[in-house]
């Protein structure tokens, strides 16, 4: 497994669109973006739940820094039901205000929500506050189980998760406000609309070097493609003496070229090999195990398993890119054409080209 994980082909085709390519790079910190998305999303609750439950835990370690503000035990009953109230009319206030500001919007369409959730925070940030809510609600009702020096400490914690609360409602109140403005609503548009495109050709150009490299190797291996207008030779023989069967789909996620070389060379075969489609980072074959023919065999005549070279999961987890803003600025053009907008149209198609520009730059048509 090291030895494969050292010689893995999509970190070398990383390092290099990194090098080469870094305007379409992803950055370090969105390394983990899928799982950042999930948090933010309105299914994230859980984790916010917990983090904010174990951040209570952590500042309640008796540490100096933090013991800035001493109370005695009657004043923390106070302070901590105090902060239930607040911050529930808090809560209530802010969603009225997000209902009346919703109802402002540029544009009133489901994808302009869905964007404006995700952009604003919108959901942490709820979460956040009905976490801190359910903190201060256990607090106030263990105030008699807990011994005082605990009790105080606790609502100290949680008066400083409290204090973050009216700084994220200003934020999210300011990123519904530029949402109002329909100017500053489709720049927000074409932001996205850019990074998704960035996104897309960074799996183009995953999968181009990868099948680039690995046709470089076939070459230097003397093995050529099978290809479909030769007939049903190669395929049929394949069928026909059991060599294929009818396999699950299963996606490419890494390849090691110098495993596959130094099979080919320490298997040698008689007969002139063959390889069908090649093996692609980011795609879905069934040929997985079955892509050089005739098959790699020992001395013995036993099978050689090339499925070693490669590293393989379930189709359904293939990255592909997202496609919403393009079909959205797609709807628009035809909108503003129907409404005759030339200087609205004129817009989206300078942007197209500018999409074009990027892809001729980085060498994708």
């Known amino acids: 497994m090291n030895r494969f994980y050292f010689n893995s ?52 370690v008796r540490m100096p820094f933090l013991d800035v503000i001493p109370f005695s035990e009657g004043t923390a009953a106070i302070l901590v039901d105090q902060r239930t109230s607040n911050i529930a009319t808090i809560i209530s206030m802010t969603l009225a205000v997000v209902g009346l500001l919703l109802s402002n919007l540029a ?27 359910g903190c201060l609600i256990i607090i106030s009702t263990l105030r008699n189980t807990l011994s005082p020096d605990w009790f105080n400490r606790l609502v100290l914690s949680a008066t400083y998760l409290v204090v973050a609360i009216p700084f994220m409602i200003g934020y999210l109140f300011r990123k519904i ?20 495109v960035k996104s897309g050709l960074y799996l183009e150009l995953l999968s181009h070097h990868s099948k680039n490299a690995f046709l470089d190797v076939m070459k230097q291996e003397g093995l050529e493609e099978y290809r479909s207008d030769w007939g ?14 009818f396999k699950k789909d299963l996606l490419v996620t890494d390849v090691s070229l110098s495993i596959l070389k130094s099979l080919l060379k320490k298997y040698p075969s008689a007969e ?24 790699i065999q020992t001395e013995k005549g036993k099978d050689v398993k090339i499925m070693r070279c490669l590293k393989v999961c379930e189709a359904n987890r293939k990255l592909l890119p997202s496609l919403e803003m393009s079909e959205y600025f797609l709807s628009k053009l ?9 200087k609205k149209e004129k817009e989206l198609l300078d942007l197209f080209d500018q999409v074009i520009e990027l892809k001729l730059k980085h060498g994708l048509k």
């Open 9 to 60: 082909l999509r970190a070398e085709i990383e390092a290099r669109i990194v090098k080469d390519h870094q305007e379409i790079a992803p950055h370090r910190h969105r390394k983990y973006g899928k799982q950042m998305t999930y948090i933010f999303s309105k299914d994230g609750y859980w984790v916010v739940a917990i983090v904010i439950f174990v951040a209570l835990g952590l500042f309640s």
């Open 272 to 295: 002139k090999r063959y390889f069908i489609g090649p093996m692609t980072i980011n795609e879905v074959t069934d040929e997985y195990d079955s892509f050089i023919w005739p098959a």
């Open 232 to 245: 049903p030779s190669v395929r049929g023989i394949l069928f026909s003496e059991g060599h294929m069967d």
């Open 177 to 196: 406000i530029i949402f109002a403005s329909s100017d500053l609503l489709m720049e927000q548009f074409k932001e996205q609309y850019l990074r998704e």
């Open 107 to 133: 544009f009133k369409e489901g994808r302009v929500y869905r964007f404006l959730f995700i952009r604003s925070y919108m959901y942490p940030i709820i979460y956040y506050i009905l976490s801190v809510i």
């Open 334 to 342: 035809d909108e503003y054409r129907a409404e005759n907008k030339p």
